[in-house]
Nanobody, 120 residues
Framework: QVQLVESGGGLVQAGGSLRLSCAAS?????MGWFRQAPGKEREFVAVITWSGGSTYYADSVKGRFTIARDNAKNIIYLQMNSLKPEDTAVYYC????????????????WGQGTQVTVSS
């Protein structure tokens, strides 16, 4: 079983930046970030493989968000720039054994989530 702990959420004005972190107790093939806004489905944001660092992003965040990993510390990051009010959501990290998985059902373990609120 892999335990995940997210941190770094908060309140920021539109156009601002935040960096989320996710500390993992172990590794699978890749790790991803998802988000869920009130009344909406949980949606894919970004994914990275531990080995090689391959990445994939949702179109809605491409060019604004960057996912990265620190192999030595078993931590992944989500750098979020040019934030918009529609980025407001609870952000979750999760693990998967499917390479560059984008479907939430391909993920096994989830963190508790961290709130990101972007004010206009």
């Amino acid at each position: 079983q892999v335990q995940l702990v997210e941190s770094g959420g908060g309140l920021v004005q539109a156009g601002g930046s935040l960096r989320l972190s996710c500390a993992a107790s172990g590794r699978t093939l890749c790790m991803g970030w998802f988000r869920q806004a009130p009344g909406k489905e949980r949606e894919f944001v970004a994914v990275i493989t531990w080995s090689g660092g391959s990445t994939y992003y949702a179109d809605s965040v491409k060019g604004r968000f960057t996912i990265a990993r620190d192999n030595a510390k078993n931590i992944i990051y989500l750098q979020m720039n040019s934030l918009k009010p529609e980025d407001t959501a609870v952000y979750y990290c999760a693990t998967s054994n499917y390479r560059l998985a984008k479907n939430r059902y391909e993920y096994d373990y989830w963190g508790q989530g961290t709130q990101v609120t972007v004010s206009s």
